[in-house]
């Protein structure tokens, strides 16, 4: 009788509700559906790395800290290279305890010092028999107007100059361990992006979103520039966005006081990859059998993608590389 009663009044509020009801399954559905999409692609090489080296720059958080993880799981020796050794301690036991893995070794490296990113190569150059993957993720996003300690603008000099140095500074071993493979996150804010060739320090019109639109321009075109350079060598170069994806990069639009923001990018979060999806691509650049004789490519959602039109202006390029040497000294 009880039952009944329920489950009468339970069809009555169903037939009066009806539109709402079904507008707000199609809704969910929608959402799902939507959230599935921008999960983007899964990387499902089952490649395994025992004897092989890989050190990942900027891996205490975020894609990086993922991408350390699946590596680790793969059997490789893990190197991640951070600037705050304490938050990378932590996240290097996180990442032997979620592996099973226990060859994970935390370098120190400031990509914004010249001289650190020196030290953590002649580190590598000293200790490591090998290197078979050099992944450059670590970024900084749309900053205040910095400087780094050689006097480098901040975006451009973490994002691109540090690991143009860094990378020059590896290849003698990449070229020993070949084949091997050299991986530069850089984003699709890349499209966007201009090399400021006669301010590339953008001392004369500061935006934080257009340095880090050039800084990502800079990673792509890095990629197709090196790859060009290492052609025969058995060191194959890949640049990639890896989706828009939940990790700490937008720290510096999320200052404590703007609440607002916080409360407003709620929604977006829910929307935006996790690390591991963010990961995928990756990974996929990293180990992917079927791209090991592909070079200086871009990727996103494990596949490749056309660049914007000014990533792949081969004369940039070799601007950008010639740029880079001089303010490197190299
Ligand atoms: N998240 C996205 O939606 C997205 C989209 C497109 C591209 N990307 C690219 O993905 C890469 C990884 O970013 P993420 O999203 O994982 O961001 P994240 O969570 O902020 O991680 C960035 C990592 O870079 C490190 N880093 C920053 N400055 C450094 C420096 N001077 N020296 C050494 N390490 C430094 C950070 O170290 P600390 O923790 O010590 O600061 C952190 O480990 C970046 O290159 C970013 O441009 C991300």
């Known amino acids: 009788m009880g039952m009944q009663h329920v489950w009468k009044a339970l069809m009555g509020f169903v037939e009066s509700h009806a539109t709402g009801i079904a507008a707000t399954a199609a809704a969910g559905v929608g959402l799902v559906t939507l959230r599935i999409w921008l999960a983007g692609g899964v990387c499902h090489s089952r490649v395994r790395l025992e004897g092989k080296t890989v050190l990942i720059t900027g891996a205490n958080t975020g894609i990086g800290k993922e991408t350390a993880v699946d590596l680790a799981q793969r059997g490789a020796r893990v190197l991640i290279a951070c600037r705050d050794l304490s938050r990378a301690k932590k996240a290097a036991a996180d990442i032997r305890q979620r592996s099973g893995n226990g060859n994970v070794v ?19 150059q000293e200790n490591e028999e090998r290197l078979d993957i050099l992944i450059n993720n670590a970024g900084i996003m749309m900053c205040p107007k910095w400087k780094t300690e050689d006097g480098f603008e901040m975006q451009f000099g973490v994002n691109h100059l540090g690991h143009f140095l860094l990378t020059n500074c590896l290849l003698d071993l ?28 953008l001392d004369n019109d500061y935006g934080p979103l257009k340095s880090y639109r050039q800084s990502k321009l800079a990673n792509v075109l890095f990629s197709r520039e090196l790859a060009a350079r290492l052609k025969g060598t058995g060191v194959t170069v890949y640049s990639l966005h890896p989706g828009v994806v939940r990790t700490e990069l937008a720290r510096h639009q999320l200052t404590p006081s703007a609440l607002w923001k916080r409360i407003l990018i709620v929604p977006i979060y829910l929307l935006m990859k996790t690390p591991w999806q963010g990961a995928q691509t990756t990974i ?8 090991a004789d592909v070079s200086g490519l871009y990727y996103s959602d494990c596949a490749p993608k056309e660049p914007a039109p000014q990533a792949k202006d081969d004369q ?15």
């Not at 935390?106 to 590598?124: E, F, M, N, P, T």
């Not at 996929?284 to 791209?291: G, L, M, P, R």
């Not at 950008?320 to 000294?329: E, I, P, R």
Request: hydrophobic share 45%; net charge neutral.
């Open 174 to 201: 990449l070229k020993k361990s070949a084949p091997s493979r050299i991986v530069n996150v850089s984003s699709l804010a890349h499209e966007k992006g201009q090399i400021h060739f006669d301010d590339i320090n």
């Open 316 to 330: 940039a390029a070799r601007r950008l590389w010639d740029l880079s040497t001089s303010m490197l000294g190299l």
């Open 106 to 124: 935390v370098k120190l490296v400031d990509l914004a010092s010249l001289d650190s990113v020196r030290q953590l190569a002649k580190d590598i």
């Open 284 to 291: 996929y650049c990293a180990v992917e059998e079927s791209i």
